[in-house]
């Protein structure tokens, strides 16, 4: 086994204000878990609590996304795996990313979505949610019609930037963040 440069990784940390970070197969449970160590510690950074509450809305969302995806796709728990950041900045903003490998056409599709709700101000995104709520969902939709993405833009101080990185045999590394 390799050495690992667990001080680096803490330094780098502590110099990038990260509060929260975890790498690997992620599950409800987990997910859970983590938000409950994030609220706490959200509490115990004395965040206001709105934005206490929209960091954790954008977590839940985001790991939630990343869940139901890796499941619909059939994925391993490896190809399924998660990795999510909550770093604080340094004018007192909370930065949540969160990546997971993807289909390379989805994770496509996703950035163009991304990039479209770039260019609305927060009227439009609100109209934007409102008209998206109202759609009809199909009885077999596994996801919430593109709901939570609308949500996490409205709840976003900046627009939301995504990357996506190919893998190889049309699969990509599909990252996102989100300003709160």
């Given at each position: ?6 001080l ?69 728990e ?26 390379l ?76």
């Open positions: 086994m390799s050495s690992i440069d667990l680096s990784i803490r330094e780098q940390f502590n110099k990038n204000q990260i509060l929260l970070c975890f790498n690997g197969p992620i599950s409800r449970g987990l997910i859970e878990e983590i938000g409950k160590a994030l609220k706490n510690y959200l509490r115990e950074d004395n965040a206001l609590p709105s934005a206490a509450m929209d960091v954790f809305g954008v977590y839940i969302e985001l790991t939630q996304n990343i869940r139901h995806y890796a499941t619909h796709k059939g994925y391993s490896l190809e399924g795996s998660a990795t999510v950041v909550v770093a604080r900045t340094v004018d007192g903003h909370y930065q949540v990313l969160a990546g997971n490998q993807v289909e056409a989805d994770g496509q599709a996703v950035c163009r979505d991304v990039e479209r709700l770039a260019e609305m101000d927060k009227a439009e995104l609100k109209q934007a949610y409102k008209t998206q709520l109202r759609q009809p969902r199909a009885e077999n939709s596994h996801s919430g019609a593109g709901l939570g993405l609308l949500d996490v833009a409205r709840k976003s101080s900046q627009p939301i930037i995504t990357k996506l990185v190919e893998m190889g045999d049309g699969r990509g590394f599909f990252s996102v963040l989100a300003v709160i």
